[in-house]
């Protein structure tokens, strides 16, 4: 079999790094009218009290002899969610949310049962009450974030935009919503936009790794790896145990020629979580480079027992067994490698029968 005179083909992650925000605790520190129910108004203050505390199992009970005497507190209903939330019980926090909206549908209300329903896994009631939440104020920045973080989720990178944008046109503070909108332009391709608002995520909040991580990996795309490697290192600076930051900072050191330095990250990396393919898979493109073939072929086998069904690192052993003279080897591999998905591996298959 005549050996490939195409070298490598390296298999980069880029992560994004989406990550939903919390309020914390959340405490409707309601205006109580004055119906006669001072009993109902009395437990309930208790009631938030003890949610103040972390007491939540006095809250609730504190809020239901509220309730009990008060039907129609929609605060009550809230609070009494919050401390049910607490709990871990979704659909009694639930429950409660329903029965505050029917009584005064305030955007608050609609929000945190959003929230409740996202933990559940609900994603399309989750959206819809974020939805309901904009429509009942429609400055509500937190809302417009989480509905845009399950717009990425969705790839609908457009929209996701759309309100990340409008959650920080109703509160420029939100670092998270310019971290996010910064993945989502990236995922369109607006690699100048999403290091633009990488950047204004840092301002706001300089201790976020992922957003380091994430406007080093924009740069390595427009092909500047010595500012990527940078903020690689700032991102591993700020979180030592970053090992999606060891590996992808090795990849650039890999793109900039400096194999030994992509080693030794991607060898970091797997030091760091020892069931990291795509260390083991990027390491053995760097070995590869250093014409260590053994130790390539020795990678990409490593990477394959942790990912079976990651196609390139097939084709990358079958290209270093071709090197090794071992051509049945290599055969399979790219066979594997096109079942798989990796269309490329056609270019390899030779003599193959």
């Avoid at 609070?79 to 608050?108: C, F």
């Avoid at 049962?113 to 009450?129: F, H, S, W």
């Avoid at 991102?235 to 999606?244: E, P, Q, T, V």
């Avoid at 090795?250 to 393919?277: C, E, M, P, R």
Wanted: glycine share 6%; proline share 2%.
């Amino acid at each position: 079999m005549q050996i490939s005179k195409i070298l490598t083909v390296i298999t980069v992650l880029f992560l994004t790094n989406v990550h939903a925000w919390s309020q914390g605790d959340t405490i409707i520190q309601a205006k109580i009218l004055d119906d006669g129910s001072q009993d109902a108004e009395k437990f309930y203050n208790s009631g938030t009290e003890f949610l103040k505390a972390h007491n939540y199992q006095a809250a609730v009970a504190e809020f239901d002899k509220a309730i009990g005497l008060k039907p129609q507190f929609d605060a009550a209903f809230f609070n009494r969610a919050t401390a049910k939330n607490e709990l871990n019980d979704r659909e009694g926090a639930i429950q409660d949310l329903t029965a505050a909206l029917a009584i005064s549908p305030k955007a608050e209300y609609s929000f945190m049962r959003g929230q409740t329903k996202l933990i559940l896994n609900d994603r399309p009631g989750a959206i819809e009450d974020f939805t309901s939440a904009i429509s009942a104020d429609a400055k509500y920045a937190l809302a417009y974030y989480e509905r845009g973080v399950l717009k990425f989720e969705a790839a609908d990178y457009t929209g996701a935009v759309s309100d990340f944008s409008e959650a920080i046109k109703n509160d420029a503070t939100l670092a998270y919503a310019y971290n996010d909108r910064g993945s989502a332009k990236r995922e369109l391709g607006d690699l100048d936009g999403a290091i633009s608002d990488y950047q204004s995520a840092i301002k706001l909040k300089p201790d976020m790794p992922f957003t380091y991580n994430s406007l080093a990996s924009a740069k390595r795309k427009k092909g500047d790896f010595k500012g990527a490697i940078s903020d690689y290192s700032q991102a591993i600076k700020l979180k030592g145990d970053y090992f999606i930051a060891y590996n992808n900072r090795g990849s650039a050191k890999l793109d900039a020629g400096d194999y030994n330095g992509a080693i030794d990250d991607f060898t970091k990396a797997i030091q760091l979580n020892a069931k990291y393919a795509y260390a083991y898979s990027n390491r053995a493109a760097a070995k590869y480079k250093l014409k260590d073939y053994q130790g390539s072929e020795s990678d990409c086998t490593k990477a394959i027992e942790l990912d079976p069904t990651n196609g390139v690192s097939f084709l990358n052993r079958g290209i270093a067994r071709e090197l090794l003279r071992n051509d049945s080897g290599a055969c399979e591999d790219w066979k594997k490698a096109i079942e798989l998905g990796v269309d490329s591996a056609r270019n390899y298959l030779g003599d193959c029968q």
